[in-house]
Each structure stands twice: as C-alpha cells, then as structure tokens.
C-alpha cells in the first residue's frame, strides 16, 4: 500500500554558462500525515509494489508538477522521469498519457524534456513514443547515461537532446583513475553527436570542477539545493556558482602557467638531449638530469616514425636501455602526426594531450621535435600526474 499523499518536489538544474537556474526535475515525494516527505524511489525499486500502483503514482507526481509549472519562470524547463516498461505497454495507436496531461495543464511541451530512464522496455515501441514527443515539441533526455553500455545503441536509437551521466559513475570519476576516462570519453562523444551534458549528483566542489572539465551544460545536485515543494529565485545560486567558477578558473591557469614553465624545461632538456644524440655519444656520456624529475625517457625516431634507438631511462642512478621497442612504427599515434603537421617546417617543440601509458601505465605526455636537418625525431615522455 501505498502510504502518503502524492506530489512533486523540484530540484534545480544550473546553467553552467550563468550560474542561473534553467529549469528543475519533478522529483516524486510522498507527505505523510505528519507532515515529513519522503521519497517515492524505494516504492519503485521495490518489486512487491503492484505495477498498476506505480503507474497511478507517477502520473499523480506529475499532475501535481505540471499544475504548478505556471509558477516557475517561463524561460525554465521541466525534466518528467518516463519509465520504458510502461512506454511499451501503449498500444501503437493510443493517445500518449503524457501529452494528454501536457494539454489539460496548458503546458508547452517544448518547455518538457522527457527523461529516460531505465533500460528495460521495447526498444522499437520506444523510439516510436520519442519520435511522437519530439513531434510535440519536447526534448528526450537519457539518465543514468554510462551505467550499460547497451545505452550506446540507446542514443544512436533515439538520438537524445540532453545525457544524462550516471551519478554513480560520474561520483567515483571525480576521484580520478580510469573511470575520469571513460566519462570524459563519453562527454566527447555526447559533444561529438550534439547533445548536452547534465552532471547529476554534484555535491562537492571536486565534483562540480569535473563537470566543468566534461563540458556539462548543466549541474545538478546537493552542493547546490535539494529538491523542495518550492521553485527557487532564478538567480539563487549566481554568486555562489560564480565564485566557484573563479576557484576553478584559477586552478586551470596554475594548471597552464606550470605547463609554461615545463615547456620552458623541456626547451632546455631537449637542447641537452639533442647535443648529445648528434655527437652520437655512448650512454655513459649522457649526465644525471636531476633538474628534470618528471622525465620518464626518451628514445629517437626516423621522420617516418620508426624508433631507431632503445628507450633511454634513468634508473637506479644510472641510465638503462630499453630496446624492446627498436623497429616499432609510431607514426599512427596521434602525438607523432601532430608532430608532422605542427613541427616539421618550423623544427619547434610539440606537446602532446596526457594519455595513459600502455607500458607504465602512468599518465603521460610525449614532447617531440626534429633536428639533425629533420632526418630524425628526439620523442621525451614525461610524468605527467602533477598536472
């Protein structure tokens, strides 16, 4: 049974581009009779809840959000959960639920986006029911995008205005490690097919900086406001998102002066290293490079991109050759084309993107810059976790 009067709370999504509230998610609540809310998202997860139950639920939430959107600005948007499970049991012909509450409140459905959730459901009923949507006018957003990789064929299905990371996923990738990877990569590819990127569940400020660094559109979460009865001023959170923006800001020009400064060591480094490999000097002339801790090693490549000498590494206070790699061809990697396209006339300094490194597995950058009138290529990898 369930116990409660229905009704929705309103949790505000921030524009990361002015810090103002763009719209809110509908977010089912139940008030008991003592006046607490609590959350219908057990109800859902429960399976022992009757199917039927859940759906006259969830269109209650909604009525009572759609009832009230009159009092929000009208430049904000609502985001409404739509499970597949239900979407799939309309017959092909029948009249949208949904679209029928979006008359009866007056609502524009182009101030709706309609959030997916869940990965059940008939993919081909469900792509017809979001083809009918978007014919009205509203938006298609994706939750909990990264959590299954069957959501690929999701997006390329429906092909989404708005994705959603997934909260867990996108929590643990602010730590860092590979997982920062994987949903940078999946921020790409949302850029990549034109959609934007809500961050939910940002609760700190670590977390809102990496939204920032995935390109989100919009955030979502604790650091700024719970989800309450009431709708926010539009400019509520401007000041505070404006002063964590500067935070950030500043971090990324600590980030680029350190950068200067390494581009300005490797230019020494490079000149050093260069010297040494035209005299085609033995190893035991190389110096101790103390001033350089974060130098991983360096090896030399012919103008093709085929390493012509071992890596060179110091270690154990003295410098080792590594010569499993002799004969390898690095032209394919996207640091040794930049080379050819950005260094080869001009013979300057090129700097790769970080990568991870298949060997070390460390996070790298591979400095790169032909001499010896352009026959070869002095490649220098370089540590890069302290940036």
């Not at 790769?352 to 009138?373: E, H, I, K, M, V």
Request: hydrophobic share 45%; net charge neutral; proline share 4%.
């Amino acid at each position: 049974m369930i116990d409660g009067q229905p009704l929705a709370c309103f949790q505000p999504f921030i524009d990361t581009a002015t810090g103002r509230i763009a719209g809110v998610e509908a977010l089912g609540r139940l008030r008991q009779a003592d006046g607490q809310l609590t959350s219908v998202g057990p109800l859902f997860a429960d399976p022992r809840t009757p199917a039927i139950a859940l759906r006259r639920l969830d269109r209650q939430i909604r009525d009572n959000a759609l009832s009230r959107l009159h009092e929000a600005p009208a430049d904000w948007f609502l985001s409404l959960n739509m499970s597949p499970r239900w979407i799939s049991r309309l017959r092909p012909d029948q009249a949208l639920p949904s679209l029928k509450q979006l008359a009866r409140h007056g609502v524009d459905p182009q101030r709706i986006v309609f959030e997916i959730t869940e990965l059940g459901g008939d993919s081909q009923r469900l792509a017809d029911v979001v083809a009918r949507y978007r014919q009205a006018g509203a938006r298609i957003a994706i939750d909990d995008f990264g959590a299954g990789y069957s959501q690929l064929d999701r997006v390329l299905a429906l092909q989404p205005d708005i994705l959603k990371l997934d909260m867990r996923l996108f929590q643990a990738a602010a730590l860092g490690g590979p997982s920062s990877e994987v949903v940078k990569a999946l921020a790409l590819m949302a850029e990549k097919t034109g959609c934007w990127i809500i961050a939910e569940g940002v609760e700190t400020e670590a977390q809102l900086n990496f939204a920032l660094e995935c390109g989100s559109r919009y955030v979502q979460g604790f650091l700024f406001a719970r989800a309450q009865t009431d709708f926010f001023a539009t400019d509520a959170f401007v000041d505070q998102f404006a002063q964590l923006r500067q935070r950030y800001v500043q971090r990324k020009l600590i980030e680029r002066g350190q950068l200067m400064v390494m581009r300005r060591q490797l230019s020494e480094l490079m000149a050093i290293l260069q010297d040494w490999a035209q005299a085609r000097a033995p190893i035991s002339a190389l110096p101790q490079l103390d001033a350089f801790p974060w130098l991983l090693r360096f090896y030399q490549c012919d103008r093709h991109g085929t390493q012509l000498t071992p890596n060179l590494e110091w270690r154990n206070n003295r410098w080792e050759a590594d010569d499993r790699y002799l004969g390898h061809n690095w032209s394919w990697r996207p640091y040794f084309y930049h080379l050819l396209a950005e260094g080869w006339d001009e013979r300057r300094l090129t700097l790769s993107n970080t990568y991870r490194d298949a060997t070390s597995n460390q996070y790298c950058l591979t400095a790169g810059q032909f001499f010896d009138n352009g026959e070869r290529l002095l490649l220098i990898d370089i540590d890069a976790a302290g940036l």
